[in-house]
């Protein structure tokens, strides 16, 4: 049946976009929350790994060289298939190696590149690793990559419709009520922060379909690199081992400086070797790009044993634009107050999609109520897991992390079990609990976040005051983030017993 015309919308078109805003918005309202969280978390991915991974939490030191990190494990390469260097850089205080053996087998080691000494490993995965990746797979591979590029497509056309169905949107952006009726205050506050988040959410969805192109779209790998047939294929050089050994004497750092007069830039703090032991084996670099917006997808290939230029990326402006729609969302540059601005532009994200279902359950309890409806009860079960849920299985990973010994086998993978153990348990309290379960999950999220904070001081002996006296900022703001959450959890508590109480007693 056709939607019935309007004078003030002809075709039922608004009518049309509510339906689409409502339902879409509920649906996939639970995973948006979990990815935005996830991304808001990851703009701080690399400060959350120095808090997971205590050994590396050092001072940056000044220029390191990729020579002595590559000497410091060379015990460790002995029968690689290849291995990589991530030098320090402000953010990040340590040298990384990954190394893949022959069996496939893959090993990381930190190094303080201070002393190259190889750093005991702390068994995490950290923000880098988990939380990072989490909020574009959702832990479930490529099935869940492009789960979240359908909800990154709808999100776009969430925010489109929400600005034609609120015809006030922006006029309603100057008011906000808070009064006794906690649907006005909760719709107030959707537009609200979906008026002040509008340009950001626009671009980060959509970033965040566009970096991944290659994936959905294969052939666009022709557009970005160009058809030149002397370029390397998909832009990238690779080539076969040959079978027989070779031997790998350059200097790692004699081709970072090659690498960085080819590119007028810094040294680059990447450098990779393909096909270790064998007589094709060849170097990869990749540029920094901590002082642009853009995050830089070219390379340079130089053969291992002579050090003679292979090859290099081809560069396109095509490919320009796309460094520059990939840096914009990855935000890898040195620019803290844009870090936080992302950071609070993320959290005000969830504070729309969390508002926006929180609307769908108030505006429909009593006739859910008057009706018995099983459908309200477990919409608002849906909004509880999804939102306060997801905060405690966050919670439950950094109280795992400081809780599990560090010598335990597999202790990454018991770190990512405890995450969604907390999240399975936080669900099955909100069934049970109902509407309850909002001021007590407040309240475990106030006791998770000061229990972490603890645990952090209690098991290392970096806690939030050392931390600060000693100058690692990394370490002490994730405390600090921890114990501003915990007090903020302890005012929403407080307040949503109080209007339980109101409401149970009016």
Known sequence: MSAPDHPDDPGGLRLALNWFHTWFGLVLGGLLFVIFWMGSLAVFDREIDRWTMPSTRLVAAGPVSADSIALAVR?????????????????????????????????????????????????????TGFFYPYHFRINSGQTGLFICAFAAIAMMALCISGVIVHRRIFADFFTLRIVRKPQRTTLDLHNLSGVLTLPFLLMISFTGVAIFSFTYLPSAQAILYGRDPAAPAAGYFSREPAGRPGETHISLDLLRDRAAAYWHSERPSYVQLIHAGDANAYFELRPDSKRTIAKSTEAIWFDAASGALLATSPVTATRRAYDVVYGIH???????????????????????????????????????????????????????AATTGAIIATLGFLIANRLLP?????????????????????????????????????????????????????????????????????????????????????????????????????
Not at 109 to 127: C, E, H, K, M, Q
Not at 370 to 378: I, P, V
Request: with cysteine; charged share 20%; hydrophobic share 50%.
């Open 75 to 127: 015990a460790d390469l002995v029968g690689a298939r290849g291995w990589r260097i991530l030098l320090p850089d402000d953010r990040t205080p340590v040298a990384q190696v990954q190394i893949t053996m022959a069996d496939g087998q893959r090993i990381r080691r930190f190094v303080d590149p201070a002393t190259a000494r190889i750093l005991p490993s702390d068994g995490s995965l950290g923000g």
């Open 330 to 384: 990855l935000i890898q540059f040195d620019h803290w107050t844009l870090r936080w601005l992302y950071f609070v532009s993320g959290l005000a994200g969830c504070v729309l999609i969390a508002t926006g279902l929180l609307f769908w359950v108030q505006s429909r309890q009593k006739r859910h109520a008057r009706q018995r409806a099983w459908s309200g009860r477990a919409a608002e079960a849906y909004t509880i």
């Open 406 to 506: 560090c010598d335990l086998p597999g202790r990454e993978s018991w770190e990512v079990w405890a995450f969604h153990a907390a999240w399975a348990i936080a669900a099955l309290h909100a069934v049970v609990r109902g509407r309850v379960a909002w001021h007590e999950h407040c309240w475990v999220i106030a006791g998770g976040g000061v229990a972490a904070a603890i645990l952090n001081a209690a098991t290392t002996e970096t806690g939030l005051i050392p931390a600060m006296t000693h100058g690692l900022w990394h370490t002490a703001g994730v405390d600090l983030s921890l114990l501003v959450g915990a007090a903020l959890a302890v005012v929403a508590a407080a307040r949503l017993r109080r209007r339980a109480a109101m409401a149970r007693d009016g």
